[in-house]
């Protein structure tokens, strides 16, 4: 599959998990180091000049009303964001900077805004930056949220319930150390979340941007998981996994009393779990779906109940709740194609996913819910079409 936008992120809420894939140069490369026999004189040879090419669009972002699509691009060597419709066209420029390059953007939860991570220069020290989609077509400066000297900004999440917040992540306290805050997107005011005390590696919230979870790694490489049943309770460990098994947050339920977790503990592949965060006792969220392999990123509703689950096997697939996408999500892919799940709605009203496969090097398709089809939004690659012969 495709990589997914540069957000300085990891996926330690519900509602800001993201699925990384391979870029579509390596993903030729593996694709054809998987074959049992290549043959090496059974296709066009490729340019490399033409496998580097910056593809058209590399990231679409559903707005939460479902109404309009805001899509990342470079266009003459400059990151741009576009705003368009959900059926793509006309596309109106938002921003465009040649100076300071970024490959990612975002919705506010309430739609008001589009948010982005840049550093300065290459630096790699990210800022978080606000846009008005209103403003599409205008000249805007875009609005540095985080104006602080050498101060990382990491995005932790959009908390479905407080759709004027956002969490983030930054070491502005402690250079060595990352505290969790809430910004209020309106004024950049900002709410120290969680103090670290020097071990905490991972921010876990609920809906409503409660920090009630977090995750530590020991010294000789167990983890811990830590609760608290509000944000002036004491932290107490509820779950604990030693250094040879897989631990992954992926978010925490409506109530806060649970969270959604990854684990191969007790499992010879990584599957998903439902920790009850007062007693520590796990049970399964359903049937494993991909097999021998590691289940992959959730995808969650406004009531943070699972919507979609991502499985990479021989080749990704995306699982829903609703049977009727399912089936268009298998027509679309056939035996041998790949999906991502890019972006959806809060109404889930329209759906983006990331197909690719055999002689197929990258589509945007847009699921209509009201109207139950799928159609073409953008061609990744349009130049390599039919140039890539993977799996055949």
Request: with cysteine; aromatic share 8%; glycine share 8%.
């Amino acid at each position: 599959m495709k990589k997914r936008s540069r957000w300085q992120l990891l996926p330690k809420l519900a509602y800001a998990v993201l699925s990384v894939g391979l870029g579509a140069s390596s993903r030729i490369l593996a694709a054809a180091q998987t074959q049992q026999q290549v043959n090496v004189n059974s296709g066009p040879v490729i340019p490399l000049e033409e496998i580097r090419r910056p593809s058209t669009i590399s990231s679409i972002r559903v707005s939460p009303n479902g109404k309009s699509l805001a899509m990342f691009a470079v266009v003459d060597r400059r990151g741009s964001i576009f705003l368009a419709p959900v059926s793509g066209t006309p596309r109106t420029l938002v921003y465009s900077d040649s100076k300071l390059p970024f490959t990612n953007v975002e919705w506010s939860r309430d739609g008001r805004y589009l948010i982005y991570l840049q550093d300065r220069d290459g630096d790699e020290v990210y800022h978080l930056m606000r846009l008005d989609p209103a403003k599409a077509g205008q000249t805007q400066v875009p609005t540095d949220l985080t104006p602080f000297e050498k101060v990382q900004v990491e995005l932790l999440g959009l908390p479905p319930r407080a759709p004027g917040v956002v969490l983030i992540g930054m070491n502005k306290r402690d250079p060595s150390l990352q505290d969790a805050y809430r910004l209020h997107l309106d004024t950049g005011k900002l709410e120290l979340a969680v103090e670290n005390p020097g071990s905490i590696t991972g921010f876990f919230a609920d809906p409503q941007g409660r920090v009630l979870l977090v995750s530590s790694i020991r010294n000789d490489g167990s983890r811990e998981l830590m609760a608290r049943s509000t944000e002036r309770a004491p932290w107490r460990t509820v779950f604990e996994v030693d250094n040879s098994h897989a631990l992954d947050v992926l978010g925490l339920d409506a109530t806060g009393h649970h969270a959604y977790l990854r684990t191969n503990r007790d499992t010879d592949t990584g599957q998903y779990r439902i920790l009850d965060l007062a007693t520590g006792s796990l049970t399964p969220l359903g049937a494993h779906r991909c097999g021998r392999f590691d289940s992959g990123a959730l995808r969650f509703d406004l009531q943070s109940k699972p919507i979609a689950e991502e499985c990479v096997a021989e080749r990704a697939h995306v699982f829903t709740s609703d049977a009727k996408l399912n089936q268009a999500i298998d027509a679309l892919t056939g035996e041998e194609g790949s999906v991502a799940l890019e972006s959806v709605a809060d109404s889930q009203s329209a759906w983006v996913f990331y197909v690719d496969g055999p002689g197929n090097p990258g589509q945007y398709v847009l699921y209509d819910k009201k109207k139950g089809e799928m159609r073409v939004l953008f061609e990744h690659r349009p130049w390599l079409k039919g140039k890539v012969p993977i799996g055949k």
